[in-house]
């Protein structure tokens, strides 16, 4: 019909024809197809006006590679589409507009010769293929396919579906519908096109359609969802917006300073250098709060413990001082005496600057108050180039002080160690634990056993804060502990430190103290460094000795600081002239001994001091008292007609009072030497009796109480300028004591010439300053019959006590061993220079 209308009828009959080939790019068009084409390659355009001149016929067949600007016939499938040109139009760039309907299939034959297009000898393909029942199930099959891909493909039109609807011819069906199947390829597009049978041809496009169909379908499921997210997306940012729209309009404008804070906080997290336990907690608690409401009671939680998490120097450290001279020099600058201590420090400090990675120590400085323990710390820190950190645990009884709060609390916060860490900003520091030997233990737990994790070397890598939950590194911190006495802190907690012991300072190293450092400090805190103003050396004596009663020097620092205000006063008052007002030069100002009352008031203590005469039953002990310094213990006793009563009295602990019956044992055990009758104690009652009203405890009083006792009982004084100290078994051995180097001072102090000690103490005496040794002659003792032979005032001890096998004494510094044969000198052991190099405390 096509051909009688627009061709020869002879022409239209011909099953082979010579017409011009139109070649296409990524389209086969079919029989029935119109299609619109834009033509630019010159070939085309001439193959084009040939159609025009030869009945608008022309030949349509797609090439293999779209890509080839000039294909070769080799380039060209064989199988195409004999078509017609229904339209042609010239635009001005010079391609051309054309429309163009397919007629019926057809191969090419042979390329005929020509240089200006393609000129091809097309065949006509015959339909094959028998109308049967299979096909009419596919031809409804193929309808019914088409349809459901129409309603998914909204690009197909619906006008496309009612013309397949009403083709009833098998072959037209499977044309129509493949040249409206947009998403098929065009390999498939050709395959159907090169079938010469209309069945197998619907029957491919079938299974085509249902993949097509298939895909479509998730396609749709893929964009509901989408859609749905979409408008969840689209409604919420919908709300958002009014809602700040409502806050703006009330004043408000919370939610973007909190979209601001968010911003700030992942910026933080990008530069923050933290573990990877402590990165993934804060991005799944940054993730949280992306999701909560900025005016929630939660979010603020979990906004207060992010900024803790970030805050923290996981990884600062301060960068450490290795030169030891330096360090030694700022020691000795800060601090007077304290050579073991020092020592220590450099020690640390040169290890570190050898392996440069060394876990912090944890040093224990037990010592009465005022020796410099907490100042110590922070010339440590100076010294080493870190920073200084104090947390004071006097009173503490939580266990959550130290471990912190976990955050299901109202107010949770994280314990005192990580917030000074925080405070330091660096992980590194000189870490004070200040009075650990103040804690106490209630139903809230107990914070010394939560310490024993943070001193610990092997576990303080991994300490566990219960707020942050997160795992964090203390080994690099230089932990220093302080206490008064070791008693009070638990056994398992000082295997974890180095227990270093600081003694009460020496008269002598309190008068350099202050003469190089206290008076110094406090003449510029009263604004007197322009007085000609001087403190003597027997001033301050006369201040230790009577107005203060200390192991430090906190109380001889306030009463300097006493003197020096009222000598302020006094520059004040005599700086105006009475009648002009003009100033006046003021004469130099000079505290002495004697003044000393004047500016500090009555004397509040007195010196102890030795006996004018030798008394019967008064013996001098000597004693440490509980502020650190060393006192002399005058020891009474008095024998009186009785039944054998012992009474003892001096506000004593239940120790001195067994040394005290101990010392009576030994007494009555040694009757027929001393010249007392077998039952001597049941005919006397004895009292025994310390006269200061200070609490006494420790075991070094038992040789003082015997020897009063032998003084008592026998009738034979005691030699008043002779002092002792030491513990006694029943059997008379003489046991050592502590705090020798006080109580060797107090004796000197008191103008006592002659000290008895226990021989096992002479190791002790290296630490007693030259000049005490030198002053004091010692008597080392390991009975005693030892000690009475030397204390009581006998004509002739031989006849009592028999002839002494041999004596250990101290003379002018020198030990002199007595025995057997001539007396041997033995060198003492090395002893403390007392005015060692170096600035005061």
Request: aromatic share 6%; hydrophobic share 40%; proline share 5%.
């Amino acid at each position: 019909m096509f051909f009688k209308a627009d061709g020869d009828p002879k022409t239209m009959n011909n099953k082979r024809r010579i017409v011009p080939l139109l070649p296409l790019r990524d389209i086969v068009v079919f029989p029935h197809m119109g299609t619109r084409l834009f033509v630019g390659r010159e070939r085309s355009i001439n193959a084009l006006d040939a159609a025009m001149v030869r009945d608008k016929e022309i030949f349509l067949a797609a090439q293999k590679d779209a890509k080839a600007n000039e294909p070769v016939p080799d380039d060209i499938f064989a199988v195409g589409t004999l078509g017609a040109v229904r339209q042609l139009l010239r635009l001005p760039d010079g391609t051309v507009q054309v429309v163009v309907e397919g007629v019926k299939r057809a191969r090419v034959r042979r390329y005929v010769q020509t240089d200006e297009f393609f000129l091809v000898e097309a065949e006509e393909i015959a339909e094959t293929g028998t109308r049967t029942v299979e096909v009419e199930a596919l031809m409804r099959s193929s309808q019914a396919a088409f349809e459901m891909y129409v309603k998914l493909n909204k690009k197909v039109q619906p006008e496309v579906l009612v013309e397949v609807q009403s083709v009833d011819d098998p072959a037209r069906l499977a044309d129509m519908i493949v040249a409206n199947l947009l998403t098929i390829k065009l390999a498939d597009k050709q395959a159907l096109l090169e079938c010469e049978d209309a069945s197998k041809r619907l029957e491919r496009l079938h299974e085509l359609m249902q993949a097509e169909i298939e895909i479509l379908q998730v396609e749709k499921k893929i964009r509901s969802r989408v859609k749905k997210q979409m408008e969840k997306t689209q409604k919420e940012y919908y709300l958002n917006e009014q809602m700040q729209a409502i806050q703006k309009e009330l004043g408000g404008g919370e939610r973007d300073e909190f979209k601001n804070e968010i911003q700030e906080i992942e910026d933080q997290i990008k530069t923050k250098r933290m573990s990877k336990e402590a990165t993934a907690k804060v991005k799944k608690e940054l993730k949280k709060l992306k999701m909560m409401h900025p005016t929630s009671a939660e979010a603020t939680v979990v906004r207060n413990y992010i900024d803790w998490i970030l805050s923290l120097p996981w990884y600062d450290k301060s960068e450490e001082n290795y030169d030891l001279g330096a360090a030694e020099e700022i020691l000795d600058e800060d601090h007077y005496g304290l050579k073991r201590i020092k020592e220590r420090i450099l020690e640390y400090l040169a290890v570190q600057a050898l392996t440069k990675k060394l876990k912090g120590p944890v040093l224990c400085f037990v010592g009465p108050p005022g020796v410099g323990k907490t100042s110590l710390c922070k010339s440590i820190a100076r010294a080493t180039g870190r920073k200084f950190v104090r947390l004071s645990l006097g009173g503490v009884r939580d266990e959550a002080e130290i471990r912190g709060h976990r955050r299901t609390y109202i107010g949770a916060m994280p314990g005192k160690l990580i917030q000074s860490l925080k405070k330091a900003g660096t992980n590194n520091p000189v870490f004070l634990l200040d009075e650990v030997d103040k804690m106490s233990t209630d139903f809230r737990g107990d914070p010394a056993a939560a310490l024993l994790e943070v001193l610990d070397g092997e576990q303080n890598d991994t300490f566990n804060d219960h707020y942050l939950d997160v795992d964090y590194d203390l080994s690099d911190v230089m932990f220093i502990t302080t206490a008064n006495t070791l008693s009070a802190i638990p056994v398992p907690l000082q295997d974890r430190m180095e227990i270093i012991q600081l003694s009460g300072y020496t008269e002598f190293e309190k008068l350099n103290i202050a003469v190089k450092y206290l008076v110094p400090r406090q003449k510029k805190e009263c604004g007197l460094e322009n007085v000609d103003f001087t403190v003597t050396e027997s001033a301050i004596r006369t201040v230790i000795h009577h107005y203060t009663r200390e192991a430090g020097v906190r109380s001889l620092e306030r009463e300097i600081a006493s003197i020096c205000r009222k000598v302020a006063r006094q520059v004040v008052n005599d700086s105006k002239d009475a009648e002009g007002g003009e100033t006046k030069a003021l004469a130099p100002i000079v505290v002495e001994a004697k003044s000393i009352p004047k500016y500090l008031g009555v004397p509040k203590y007195r010196l102890g001091k030795k006996e004018e005469h030798d008394e019967i039953g008064l013996t001098n002990g000597l004693s440490v008292t509980s502020n650190g310094g060393g006192e002399l213990l005058a020891c009474e006793v008095a024998v009186v007609s009785g039944k054998g009563k012992l009474a003892i009295t001096g506000l004593l602990e239940k120790g001195m009072e067994e040394s005290a019956h101990a010392a009576m044992s030994y007494v009555r055990s040694r009757a027929q030497i001393l010249g007392l009758d077998a039952d001597f104690y049941q005919k006397v009652d004895v009292h025994v009796h310390f006269p200061e009203f200070i609490r006494k405890d420790g075991p070094s009083a038992g040789v003082t109480m015997a020897t009063s006792l032998a003084s008592a009982l026998i009738k034979v004084p005691v030699k008043r300028d002779l002092a002792m100290t030491g513990e006694i078994t029943l059997r008379g051995r003489v046991l050592p004591i502590g705090g020798l180097k006080e109580k060797l001072l107090a004796a000197h102090r008191s103008g006592i010439t002659t000290v008895i000690v226990p021989r096992e103490n002479r190791k002790d005496l290296r630490e007693v300053p030259r000049r005490v040794l030198r002053a004091t002659r010692i008597v080392l003792v390991e009975h005693m019959d030892e000690v009475l032979r030397e204390a009581l005032c006998l004509d002739d001890p031989d006849s009592v006590f028999g002839k002494p096998r041999e004596s250990w004494q101290y003379v002018d510094g020198e030990l002199v061993v007595r025995g057997p044969g001539s007396p041997r000198v033995v060198p003492p052991p090395p002893v403390v220079d007392p005015e060692p190099a170096g600035t005061p405390h």
